[in-house]
């Protein structure tokens, strides 16, 4: 999928229908060395998207790139547009049932379950997902997916969808972001709709609903999502929802949906390990027409670890790479094509940062943290602390040192004993992992 594509996906959820077939359809991109050019058709396009969604553009192809994306912006002077409003016709049969159209699922269908690499990390995920997908079962309903950023929720989310739909062509699957329902129900609101906003999506016999962390803090929402899902439980209709974590560790979020949420099958999906990331490199290269050898993989694999989305951005760099400077996609070149993604990581976090987390994290403070203390509550903290920094950053081990009032000798020692314990220390193992995650994550 390329960049616009994934922009159009963002969007899709962030504007209106019409909105998105008046100005952003006939908008033409294309991609050139990691630059986007968007042309619009005419000057009030440009106007009308540079003020209402610019920014989501912008993002979206950050995020993707992981690095700040060149957006080239110009009028198509020569091209006769499609005009909006022959555009509007062509799209209407595609639009939302009404009247007995087809139901849109605004399902993404290249994330099926064959496109998604299965690891430790995500091997119950997979499994529960394609459960449901054919077969639903009331323990597992609702299906509460949490996890990071990147980790393959919406993927996974979007595998069921178009699942269903392959055993069950005639079922009505609905995937959206809770900030698509949001916006859907203010409209409905707004525009005195609310009994077709309600009696439509409880006509739904599969709901997904993408990132519900949005909801907090949103009460009126709240109340029509629970009376909707309410509805959909009671007549046995399979609910699956994604959220960045646990339900009760949401903020802003009413205890009675908490409650619901948890109610049925909550699963995790946890951070890749190195196989499985190698694999997915693999499998994202060989997407992009590439084959890239275990090395090269491997490289990408080892340096990069903080999620999925990073190593399918960094897998399109070095594609892109290899295409452009017709040469082998080597170690070597993986490391020139992804100098400024390395750099970026490590520039962006400081070791007083890192230290502060740490603190946190062991609940002592910083003080205690820095101090000359060998309290056995402290020397741990302050050894993952060092080993942190030294994975993380390019700071030198003197440099680290200093930062601790220490010699670098110390630090060394640190980075060696933290290693040793994490391979026989479940716990200390996972506490240093969601350390590392969160912090190269920001
Ligand atoms: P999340 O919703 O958890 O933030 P996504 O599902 O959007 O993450 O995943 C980010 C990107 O990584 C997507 O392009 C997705 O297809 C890809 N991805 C994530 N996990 C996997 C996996 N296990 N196998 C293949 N691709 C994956
Ligand atoms: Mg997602």
Redesign the pocket.
Known sequence: MGLWEHCLGALEHRLKEEDLITWVQPIKAFENEGELNLIFPNSSVAAWVKKNCLIDIQKTADSIYGHSVQLGLSVDALDLPASSEENLLKNQQFMPSSGGRKFTSYLNQF?TFD?????KS?QIAKAVAQQIASNPDTSSNPLFLY???????????NAIGNERLKQHPDHKVLYLSSERFVSDMVRALRENKIESFKSYYRSIDMLLV??VQFFAGKERSQEEFFHTFNTLFQNHKQIVM?CDRYPKDVDGLTERLKSRFASGLTQS?DL?DME?RAA?VE??AREQGIELGSETSLFIAEHLQS???E??GAVRRVAASANILKREPTVELAKEALKDIFVAHNKALSLEHIQKRVADFYRVSLAELLSKSRKRGLVGPRQVAMALSKELTNFSLPAIGDAFSRDHTTVMHACRKVSETCKNDNRLDVEFQKLKYELSNG
């Open positions: 994330q496109t998604f690499i299965e690891g995500n996890s990071g950023v990147g980790l393959g929720k919406t993927h996974l989310m993408d990132d994604t999906i890749p499985t997915i499998s994202k999620n999925v989305r190593l399918e």
